[in-house]
């Protein structure tokens, strides 16, 4: 046994590809990955392999190789980009006297550091402990079995055991947690759509500016940076899309390809939010050369999810580092699904919106709403939700509003008033018995 280091950030990164050299790409994102883990990455060895080695995935030949440069350059960790297995790791940290760490446990290492809430400081460490569960025999080798001899007698139960029963203890309490949290989340959605508000959910590969276009289209503070996984912790605000027509819009954790099971299943509350959403803004890096492949990867994780069947819009992003013009596209039914803008300098976002508008805004009813004096109460709810754009008062107390609004829900308030849903009339008539609001100018400026 070697002792292991309790901390170290001078790394040697190790790529394999197998069956051929690791892509550049590849060896870019895993560079990336180390570097937002608060790696210092001495060297990059690239490794090919035909298949993984049993005892420590990559060659002998190659663990010799990787030893020397440990002791040329000094440093203390080594990470692997494949999902080694605890048998693997262990090997390989023997071999080399150093710590080592596979890609599951780099990207659960970032997640540790970027979680800010309850709920994903409770996300990550299910996770981090249904991944240390498997390894736990590489700190207690020397307490694998039983001794004899006075003074080494234990209570019956290895101090392995008792670690793992511990962990299963606190899996336990974590989960009883989140299903809490999972309750919650249902809870609010719920209310969404009892008040009829659409789900939009930004999704997308890690860091193709899901939380930029966040911040732009609700003027929102979501952190934002130039860096992998700067959203853990998902962020739902309301946006304004027209009179009587507001979305719940949804910033989600950005997806990676080789994604561990540990995350997905421990992050299911938060990809809960795109899965129960009416509409997917699957956002992508237009200046990305690989963006077809990161495309495909995020559709692999949406498939997991069960949201792969949702509508979406793909949204290419960062059109100001390729020089593109902004532009909306549509398929053969009509229906905007691609868009080309940049959410660092807004061009383009008046497109997106237009476009949410169209596939969101089909049944909304544009009327005139007499309410008797009595109804205060309806009249609030009308103005809470954004719908009136002018109003009248009528000579018997009353007033007469003109109302935009989600027909199901403006059915709703007028049955509880009990009035007539009036016929819908051309929008936003101009007339100087009525005060225009501002929504209603925005909605002609965005038509």
Excluded at 84 to 96: D, F, H, V
Aim: hydrophobic fraction near 40%; charge should be neutral; proline fraction near 4%.
């Amino acid at each position: 046994m070697f002792d292991r280091p309790g901390s170290g950030e001078r790394a040697i990164l190790v790529c394999v590809g197998l069956g051929h050299a690791p892509e550049p790409d590849r060896i870019e994102e895993f560079t990336a990955l180390a570097r937002s883990a608060g790696a210092q990455v001495l060297d990059v060895m690239p490794v090919t392999r035909k298949s993984p080695e049993p005892r420590f995935y990559i060659g002998t030949g190659k663990v010799d190789e990787i030893k020397s440069r440990i002791t040329e350059l000094k440093a203390d960790l080594v990470v692997v980009d494949a999902a080694l297995s605890p048998g693997q790791e262990r090997n390989l940290e023997k071999a080399l006297e150093c710590r080592v760490l596979d890609r599951s446990g780099l990207i659960l290492d970032i997640f540790a550091q970027r979680a800010r809430s309850f709920e994903g400081k409770l996300q990550v460490e299910l996770a981090q402990l249904e991944h240390m569960s498997t390894r736990l025999v590489r700190g207690w080798t020397h307490l694998e079995r039983q001794k004899g001899g006075i003074g080494l007698r234990g209570p019956g139960e290895t101090q392995l055991e008792t670690d793992r029963r511990l962990l299963a203890r606190r899996i336990k309490t974590l989960n009883d947690r989140l299903d809490k949290v999972l309750v919650q989340r249902e809870t609010t959605r719920q209310e969404r759509k009892r008040g009829a508000v659409p789900t939009v959910a930004l999704v997308g590969y890690t860091n193709a500016g899901k939380s930029t276009l966040f911040n732009r289209l609700t003027s929102a503070d979501a952190y934002a940076a130039d860096q992998l996984f700067a959203t853990l912790d998902p962020t739902v605000r309301r946006l304004h899309l027209a009179p009587g027509l507001e979305v719940a819009l949804a910033d989600t954790v950005g997806f990676v390809r080789d994604l561990p099971h540990e995350l997905v299943a421990a992050f299911r509350s938060t990809l809960q939010e795109a899965r129960e959403a009416d509409l997917l803004l699957h956002v992508i890096d237009a200046a990305d050369p690989e963006r077809a492949e990161r495309i495909r990867q995020v559709n692999e994780v949406l498939e997991s999810v069960g949201a792969q069947a949702l509508p979406q819009i793909a949204v290419y992003n960062k059109i100001d580092r390729t020089g593109e013009s902004p532009r909306a596209e549509t398929d053969a039914d009509g229906r905007v699904d691609r868009i080309w803008l940049s959410a660092h300098s807004g061009a383009g976002v008046d497109l997106l919106l237009a476009a949410l508008h169209a596939q969101l805004g089909t049944d909304l009813h544009h009327c005139l709403l007499k309410l008797p004096a009595s109804e205060g109460r309806a009249r609030a709810r009308l103005f809470a939700a954004g719908a009136v754009l002018r109003q009248r008062p009528l000579d018997d107390g009353g007033i007469e509003l003109e109302v935009n609004l989600r027909r199901h829900e403006l059915e709703r308030i007028c049955r509880e008033a009990g009035v007539e849903l009036p016929a819908a009339i051309a929008p936003c008539a101009d007339s100087g018995a009525f005060l225009q609001s501002r929504g209603c100018a925005a909605a002609d400026r965005s038509t």
